[in-house]
Every structure is written in structure tokens, then in C-alpha cells.
């Protein structure tokens, strides 16, 4: 058993450490404007808006881990480690750019593909874990609620 208070604060630090703070530093800049002036279009990296999706998304756990608190003293561990086990590389991921660690080779560029598949790949794994990690929660969530009401 794992005390529900250090569960929510973990995945508390979790989804302040996913948040993705470079939206604050170029917020008042054009770094999101249109690469042709006059026109009303927004340019909104990938990685950022990936960020802020998984940020969401666990702001809603920490939220429910913080309501489960109030009404239980303790959690399953086993349940609280799957969750955290399928959350922490998606947060990791976020922060480190596999791409810096690919060896450009303009000589054979069919091998610098297979390394992008294999990076693409990896990150779109992690992604599908990560919300896997989620739904897992929600379902332990439900059940909890369900067995507070009899």
C-alpha cells in the first residue's frame, strides 16, 4: 500500500516537470507568427503542442489522484507503479531530443532514415504507453469510486 497524499504529489511533480515552460519565453515574440507577413496563420510546433496535450492530460490525473485523497488513506501499490512505470518515459522523452543524438550521413542517407523510423517508432511507443498509463488509472479510479458507493 502506498499512501494516496505521496501518489498525488509524485504525479504532481510529474506534470509540472511535462509542462512545457519554452511557451512562456516566446509567447510575446513571433516565434508563433506566419512565415509570410499579413497573413493570420499560427505555426505551432509539434513537440509543443505534444507536451501540452500530455500535460492535460495528467493535470487530470493529479486532479483525481487529489480527489482519491480525500476520500482513501491508501492505494495499491501494485496499481500506482504500473501507472507511474507507464507515465515517467513519455515525461523523460519530452525533455530530451533523440534527433541531436542522430549521425547525419550525407553519404548514405537511406541509413539516416532507418534511424528516424527507428526514433519516430520509439517516441510513437512511448506516446501509446503513456496514455495506456491513463486509461489504466481511470479504470483504477472507477473502481475505487465504485466500491466507496457500496
Avoid at 511557451?23 to 508563433?32: A, N, Q, T, V, Y
Avoid at 509539434?46 to 492535460?56: C, I, P, Q, Y
Avoid at 542517407?109 to 534511424?115: L, M, W
Wanted: hydrophobic letters at 50%.
Amino acid at each position: 500500500m502506498i499512501k494516496t497524499k505521496l501518489a498525488f504529489i509524485v504525479f504532481l511533480l510529474l506534470s509540472l516537470i511535462i509542462f512545457p515552460y519554452y511557451i512562456l519565453i516566446h509567447l510575446s515574440s513571433d516565434f508563433f507568427s506566419s512565415l509570410v507577413p499579413g497573413w493570420n496563420t499560427n505555426i505551432y510546433p509539434g513537440e509543443m503542442m505534444g507536451d501540452l496535450l500530455k500535460f492535460m492530460i495528467l493535470s487530470f490525473s493529479v486532479f483525481y489522484y487529489w480527489k482519491l485523497s480525500k476520500n482513501l488513506n491508501n492505494l495499491s501499490f501494485k496499481r500506482f507503479i504500473i501507472h507511474f512505470l507507464l507515465t515517467i518515459p513519455a515525461i523523460i522523452i519530452s525533455k530530451i531530443s533523440f534527433y541531436e543524438l542522430l549521425n547525419l550521413n550525407i553519404l548514405d542517407p537511406e541509413k539516416t532514415v532507418g534511424r528516424m523510423h527507428i526514433i519516430v517508432y520509439s517516441i510513437t511507443l512511448v506516446n501509446i504507453l503513456f496514455f495506456a498509463g491513463q486509461v489504466y488509472f481511470w479504470r483504477f479510479y472507477n473502481q475505487c469510486e465504485k466500491s466507496k458507493e457500496n
